[in-house]
T-cell receptor, first 117, second 114 residues
Framework: AQSVTQPDIHITVSEGASLELRCNYSYGATPYLFWYVQSPGQGLQLLLKYFSGDTLVQGIKGFEAEFKRSQSSFNLRKPSVHWSDAAEYFCAVGAPPLTGGGNKLTFGTGTQLKVEL | DAGVIQSPRHEVTEMGQEVTLRCKPISGHNSLFWYRQTMMRGLELLIYFNNNVPIDDSGMPEDRFSAKMPNASFSTLKIQPSEPRDSAVYFC????????????FGEGSWLTVV
């Protein structure tokens, strides 16, 4: 069974500083990996996803993530954080279901990002 | 395009009452998912449908929970009877029937059972 670990529950960074959110996954085959962001009172919005190919993927809002198979990691990065980036971030791993169909995602427990002005 | 639409957005109900949450997936999407989010357990997949057929309901907590998808544009998640421990945010999500497609989430139904 697949699983995702986000070791940091809370992270605080200063506006303008760089950001890295950690994500480690467990899956027996090539994983499909995702980062979602959730603002307070809102649903989850996709930031970026990795299926194959280039291991460095670009997403919306200036975010990027790098897939490292040897470390089973898919860390999210942003060079310069803005106050509006304060939110909760979820890493997820997807597995093609045996019967075919939509992607079934398993989520990490999330990392709450606080941005200090 | 309209996203995934959920109703109600907020509901407060008394223990023992029936709760019905509704979801309209994105038009053209044929996979639908129900997730539950709590502080203690995070995001849990309850059930998902493919072409209106339930594929995996192993995440449904117990018999008090049931989900239906009578057609491609509507799904319900019902809790009967409700209990305080059911208080959570329930998300509906949809995607196209391809494992590489993005799952789009609704804004959630915030349920409080008192």
């Amino acid at each position: 069974a697949q699983s995702v670990t986000q070791p940091d529950i809370h992270i605080t960074v200063s506006e303008g500083a760089s950001l890295e959110l950690r994500c480690n996954y467990s899956y027996g085959a090539t994983p499909y990996l995702f980062w979602y962001v959730q603002s307070p009172g809102q649903g989850l919005q996709l930031l970026l996803k990795y299926f194959s190919g280039d291991t460095l993927v670009q997403g919306i809002k200036g975010f990027e993530a790098e897939f490292k198979r040897s470390q089973s990691s898919f860390n999210l990065r942003k060079p310069s954080v803005h106050w509006s980036d304060a939110a909760e971030y979820f890493c997820a791993v997807g597995a093609p279901p045996l019967t075919g169909g939509g992607n079934k995602l398993t989520f990490g427990t999330g990392t709450q990002l606080k941005v200090e002005l | 395009d309209a996203g995934v639409i959920q109703s109600p957005r907020h509901e407060v109900t008394e223990m023992g009452q029936e709760v019905t949450l509704r979801c309209k997936p994105i038009s053209g999407h044929n996979s639908l998912f129900w997730y539950r989010q709590t502080m203690m357990r995070g995001l849990e997949l309850l059930i998902y449908f493919n072409n209106n057929v339930p594929i995996d309901d192993s995440g449904m907590p117990e018999d008090r929970f049931s989900a239906k998808m009578p057609n491609a544009s509507f799904s319900t998640l019902k809790i009967q009877p409700s209990e305080p421990r059911d208080s959570a945010v329930y998300f509906c999500a949809s995607s196209l029937r391809d494992s590489r497609n993005t799952i789009y989430f609704g804004e959630g139904s915030w349920l409080t059972v008192v």
